[in-house]
């Protein structure tokens, strides 16, 4: 949404940080349901669902509020939009809501299927951050969880590895 850069050396070296959204889809290589109201969300590999339900689509969607804590380095001193810049350090994120999407085949018909719930989902996550870029431009990303994705002994422990590019207008 916004981004605040401090000057620590010139435009060579500052502090980001700012408010942003982020979007994340996760896909699912089996066919799974979560339960929204089971106790524990299970990572189990066994379908859930008749032989004859063919997935098109099965993903988690959430949405978070972030703010990342940032120290930037930039090659040109003089112009920030004709500098190269890599960027490292923390992202602090709020759950602001999650849905399952499922889209399958039976017996020759498509079915949508569209939940929103918490899933048991951790509403803070912390993640490290690198980024590299160009400009205004773009900016390749990626971060890795330090926080787990599920609350704590409410689902499977894993901590999210993301990777992916931001185009600036």
């Known amino acids: 949404l916004f981004e605040k850069c401090v ?6 070296a500052m502090v980001v940080t ?3 959204i982020e979007w994340n889809n996760y896909n699912f290589k089996k066919d799974i349901t979560l339960d929204a109201d089971a106790p524990y969300i299970s990572a189990a590999t066994a379908p859930v669902a008749p032989d004859s339900i063919k997935f098109v689509k099965n993903k ?9 804590l940032l120290v930037q380095l930039n090659t040109n001193s003089k112009d920030p939009d004709k500098s190269f810049h890599i960027a490292g350090g923390m992202e602090f ?3 602001l809501g999650s849905k399952t999407k499922q889209v399958y085949e039976l017996n020759g018909n ?3 299927i569209k939940n ?3 899933y048991h989902l951790a509403d803070l996550k912390y993640y490290s951050t690198v980024r590299l870029g160009y400009g205004n431009y773009f900016t390749l990303f990626a971060h890795y969880g330090l926080s787990e994705l599920f609350e704590k002994d409410k689902g499977p422990e894993i901590f999210p590895l993301t990777t992916g590019f931001s185009l600036n207008f």
């Open 18 to 20: 700012g408010l942003g």
């Open 110 to 112: 498509e079915f949508k």
């Open 7 to 12: 000057r620590l050396y010139k435009n060579h």
């Open 93 to 95: 994120a709020y759950r």
């Open 60 to 68: 988690l969607k959430t949405t978070f509020i972030k703010i990342p």
């Open 116 to 118: 929103r719930d918490d």
